[in-house]
């Protein structure tokens, strides 16, 4: 670790923050892919149980993450919520793999969700205290795009490493987050590093700063509802790759009779939809960090909520992989403007951008825990297809409740 520390100082801190997003999520996206079937085959859980998993992990990561809100920016060095976060979640979350009680598996792996709370806000306003907007998106661009290449590369190897020996997938979870760890360690304190705004930056920059606190409720909620599709994809699909490839049915495309490796190895399967999913939220923080046309728009976020409906539709009928990383893409790209939208408005107000990028990430928990919790619970009752072909209305009601909360921004900013 010492030696990947002194590797670290070779580069500029926005390189390292980057590459320490990346190397966090790649970890953390080992045990997402992993969690599942883990609990289904180690832990001799059902469906539903998995989703306890995830709804349970991400209940607390919420929580902790809407808690720390409260008291993480008065630390003189944010980053050290950071380490001691990474540090935390590498250990707890490894111990899971060591035990056969699904149980004390998930009590474990709950102490490492919890860690992570205090990790991503803590990074978010770092990156935030960019004064410049456009030198602010740009980063933050980078930023984002470094943590959902995490998530989209590290399925392809989470996948392979379950299916070779299960503790192979947690030994590199535990192994990539301690180079995360060596990465944050190195950074320098956000006012070292960041000139302070200058008035004329601050005129200039106030109009949407102004707009940016109109929309900030409406873009929490949006996450919400985002990360309520991903938490079902994520801790429920796993069951329908593996229903489809036990009873030969996984097809690439429309074939009659599937190619042999679509009817073994569910996790690889799997892993190339979370792939597709993750890679198409990277490519939105790519372009949406270098333009300006998505801020404060209400109604591109809602058409690509109503796509996202369509697309977990058809997930919910499709036996081909192919069809269903399309799907996963169209849900990925919303992922990725709703979150890239609301940390921007998170970051708006330099007074108050950790406490609210806690906040965001508290939507993040909360809409994985109902989502993982919900589809669990009626994928366990009616069969996996039924809460993806119902979205529909979810994202109906989540449209009216953004639309009811942006009126309220609006308010606020009249008063």
Known sequence: MLKTYTLALMFKPHVRICLAAFTLDFAVMIGMVVTPF??????????????????????????????????????????NWAVSG???????????????????SLAVSCIGSAALSLVWPALHSWVGAEPNLARRARTMSWFNISWSFGFSLSPLVAGPLYDAHYALAFAALFGVTLVALALVKSLPHESAHFDAPTEALLLERAQDDRASEVFLYSGWCATFVANMLAGGLRFTYPKRIDDLVRAGELHLLWEETPAAFWRTAPATNFSYLVFAFSLATALTFLYVGRTNWWKHRFGIMAIMQAGSAAAYYVLGRTQSL??????????????????????????????????????????????????????????????????????????????????????????????
């Not at 998170?346 to 919900?374: C, D, M, P, Q, T």
Request: hydrophobic letters at 50%.
């Open 38 to 79: 883990f609990v289904m085959n180690q832990l001799g859980g059902t469906t539903q149980t998995a989703g306890i998993f995830g709804a349970v992990g991400s209940a607390v990561y919420a929580s902790s993450a809407l808690i720390s809100a409260r008291f993480v920016s008065r630390a003189k060095n944010g980053l």
């Open 86 to 104: 990474i540090l935390v979640f590498a250990v707890f979350y490894t111990m899971m793999a060591i035990f056969s009680d699904w149980r004390v």
């Open 322 to 415: 192919a069809v269903m990383c399309l799907c996963c893409a169209v849900a990925g790209s919303f992922l990725g403007l709703a979150f890239f939208s609301a940390t921007y408005y998170s970051l708006s107000n330099a007074a108050h951008k950790h406490g609210r990028a806690s906040i965001n990430e508290a939507s993040v928990g909360f809409g994985g825990f109902l989502g993982s919790l919900g589809c669990g619970m009626l994928a366990e009752r009616f069969g996996v297809p039924t809460p993806f072909l119902y979205t529909y209305a979810l994202i109906g009601l989540g449209i009216v409740v953004q639309w009811a909360l942006l009126k309220y921004g609006e308010s606020r900013a009249t008063r």
